[in-house]
């Protein structure tokens, strides 16, 4: 289980900053396209 938190920090993290940040300074999107965007790299596992 530690694996799986600190692969999330190192890869999870900066995805989710990086989705937050564009949802930010976009002002067309909604807050849906937000929610959508997150699904992915909440729901994805990194086999890096």
């Given at each position: ?21 564009n ?11 937000l ?10 596992r990194?086999?890096?």
């Amino acid at each position: 289980m530690y694996n799986s938190i600190q692969q999330f920090n190192e890869f999870g993290v900066g995805k989710i900053e990086k989705i937050i940040k564009n949802f930010m300074e976009d002002s067309s999107t909604g807050i849906g396209d937000l929610v959508m965007a997150l699904d992915k790299p909440l729901q994805e596992r990194n086999e890096q």
